[in-house]
């Protein structure tokens, strides 16, 4: 909603809003005339080291029906590769972490 001061004074006599009704108008009006900013994109960064790795892998991607942008990405390497050494040492290392610290429910 934009226009001069004048406008939104006959729309408010012709509502018959009070002065606070009167000034809200004005402050939504105003705010509809100032320019607002869009935030930048977050750049998101992946380490070199684990851009090579999965560059190396083989992946499947699947959509997830009924959300939108969303994907599901399986990777999977050749049998006996190095990329598969990787993704087991990988899978190892999250596998370790302290259970409770994964599944926060289950503690006693």
């Known amino acids: 909603m934009t226009g001069t001061r004048q406008v939104f ?43 090579r790795m999965m560059e190396a892998l083989a992946a499947e991607v699947l959509t ?9 990405v399986v990777y999977h390497t050749e049998p006996g590769s190095r990329s598969e050494r990787a993704l087991n040492l990988l899978a190892a290392m999250i596998a370790e972490e302290p259970a409770k610290a994964r599944h926060p429910e289950h503690q006693h």
């Open 64 to 72: 997830v029906n009924g959300v939108e942008g969303q994907q599901l």
């Open 9 to 51: 004074a006959a729309l408010a006599r012709a509502l018959m809003l009070d002065g606070d009704a009167t000034a809200h108008l004005q402050t939504l009006a105003r705010a509809e005339t100032v320019p607002r900013r869009r935030p930048r994109p977050r750049v998101e960064r992946v380490r070199p080291g684990l851009l």
